[in-house]
């Protein structure tokens, strides 16, 4: 079992930058991909970036890339969320999740544990 805990989140204007991290237990993370997805009231969850094992790859949505970037530190069993030039329209619950798979990280069910979630707010 592996269990994550996001933080990190608050409320920023837009603009601004926030950098939410993921902390596991139960297990060394460094066999697992890590993905951020996030969910707005009435909306679904929606990938928003993954990084691979070894921390070399790294993929985002379109609607992040150049603003958010994902890291790791499997020293400290750690994952990360740099959010830069944030908007009113990235006002959601951020979620981490870990998954065993080595491919198709933008698909929600492929993961196999999920953090609680952070709440992000992105003021006009």
């Known amino acids: 079992q592996v269990q994550l805990v996001e933080s990190g989140g608050g409320l920023v204007q837009a603009g601004g930058s926030l950098r939410l991290s993921c902390a596991a237990s139960?297990?060394?993370?460094?066999?697992?991909?890590m993905g951020w997805f996030r969910q707005a009231p009435g909306k679904e969850r929606e990938f928003v970036a993954a990084?691979?094992?070894?921390?070399?790859?790294?993929y985002y949505a379109d609607s992040v890339k150049g603003r958010f970037t994902v890291s790791r530190d499997n020293a400290k069993n750690t994952v990360y969320l740099q959010m830069n030039n944030l908007k009113p329209e990235d006002t959601a619950v951020y979620y981490c999740?870990?998954?065993?798979?080595?491919?198709?990280?933008?698909?929600?069910?492929?993961?196999?544990?999920w953090g609680q979630g952070t709440q992000v707010t992105v003021s006009s």
């Open positions: 999740a870990a998954t065993l798979r080595m491919s198709g990280f933008t698909d929600v069910q492929i993961y196999d544990y």
């Open positions: 139960g297990r060394t993370i460094s066999s697992y991909a």
């Open positions: 990084i691979r094992r070894s921390g070399i790859n790294t």
